[in-house]
């Protein structure tokens, strides 16, 4: 069963508007949430995260939403920039090292 | 600054064959992974090693074996390959033990067993 769910597996947008990428999850005990971003014949890179004891995280053109009691995050990106197309990955961490990564869902800006 | 280092980049088995993946970071870092990335289900951990000297299981273990060599290394070996482990295999290494420490990823062994 997986604990994170990423349910949209592609996104397209037009340059300059706004993305949102989305992000459920089953576990309670997740208490860290992060976004990787992943180019083709690269590894995932780390976008931007948050911790379960806030509910927003900006970072430049990049915030994340929380929304623990439907277990849900979502990644907005505005303006979406075709540099910004990639697969972007949803983690949520708890107690211990594990980290466990959604499904991934592309995301095609277009120009 | 490498950050972390996979070998190799691409390889070819066929059935019952074996191989060690390579990983080495200069980071410093305590704690190493090894996940697989495989269409529709993201990246699924296989092994993580918390600090040099132990090793534990991840989420989809079986058909696989790791060694921390030091603190630097972590290889991945596949002892009898099957074609279910076609993959991209990456490395990963964390400066922290918890969770909001993130991950730094190499850029990935890509695997097909015929």
């Known amino acids: 069963d997986q604990q994170v769910k990423q349910n949209s597996p592609s996104l397209s947008v037009q340059e300059g508007r706004i993305s949102i990428l989305n992000c459920d999850y089953t576990n309670s005990m997740f208490d860290y949430f992060l976004w990787y971003k992943k180019y083709p014949a690269e590894g995932p890179t780390f976008l931007i995260s948050i911790s379960s004891i806030k509910d927003k995280n900006e970072d430049g053109r990049f915030t994340v939403f929380l929304n623990k009691s439907a277990k849900h995050l979502s990644l907005h990106i505005v303006p979406s920039q075709p540099g910004d197309s990639a697969v972007y990955f949803c983690?949520?961490?708890?107690?211990?090292?594990?980290?466990?990564f959604g499904a991934g869902t592309r995301l095609f800006v277009k120009a | 600054n490498a950050g972390v280092t996979q070998t190799p980049k691409f390889q070819v088995l066929k059935t019952g064959q074996s191989m060690t993946l390579q990983c080495a970071q200069d980071?410093?870092?305590?704690?190493m992974y090894w996940y697989r990335q495989d269409p529709g289900m993201g990246l699924r951990l296989i092994y993580y090693?918390?600090?040099?000297?132990?090793?534990d299981k991840g989420e989809v273990p079986n058909g696989y074996n790791v060694s921390r060599l030091n603190k630097r290394e972590f290889s991945l070996r596949l002892e009898s390959a099957a074609p279910s482990q076609t993959s991209v295999y990456f490395c990963a290494s964390r400066e922290g033990i918890r969770g909001y420490s993130p991950l730094h990823f190499g850029n990935g062994t890509r695997l097909t067993v015929t």
């Open positions: 090693s918390a600090s040099e000297g132990t090793t």
């Open positions: 980071m410093n870092h305590n704690s």
């Open positions: 983690a949520a961490s708890g107690e211990g090292f594990k980290t466990i």
